[in-house]
């Protein structure tokens, strides 16, 4: 079964780090993009990051870039989103998410990994 799990959420205060990783199988992972996205409640899904199957792409939402950085492994099919100088509106769910094509929307997602960041 096609799965992602999230993993590396918590609590920090403004300014820390969190580094959030995403496990992803029953899928051939390098053949993916693999994103991230974030929503708070009441508020619409948010694209944050998203780095191509070969490693060559990135692509970043302006309000992290330089702060968060994308990465993936893929023989241990895991992508991970190193995040530092946190601010409070950074508090969301954050979801891993797969497309083949970044001309759709992503149609695998996690359960979602819930980032807090205190003022």
């Known amino acids: 079964q096609v799965q992602l799990v999230e993993s590396g959420g918590g609590s920090v205060q403004a300014g820390g780090s969190l580094r959030l990783s995403c496990a992803a199988s029953?899928?051939?992972?390098?053949?993916?993009?693999l994103g991230w996205f974030r929503q708070v409640p009441g508020k619409e899904r948010e694209f944050v990051a998203e780095?191509?199957?070969?490693?060559?792409?990135?692509y970043y939402t302006d309000s992290v870039k330089g702060r968060f950085t994308i990465s993936r492994e893929n023989a241990k099919n895991t992508v991970y989103l190193q995040m530092n100088d946190l601010k409070p509106e950074d508090t969301a769910a954050y979801y891993c998410?797969?497309?083949?094509?970044?001309?759709?929307?992503?149609?695998?997602w996690g359960q979602g990994t819930q980032v807090t960041v205190s003022s």
């Open positions: 780095i191509s199957g070969s490693t060559i792409y990135t």
């Open positions: 029953g899928i051939t992972f390098s053949s993916y993009f």
């Open positions: 998410a797969a497309r083949l094509t970044r001309f759709v929307a992503p149609k695998i």
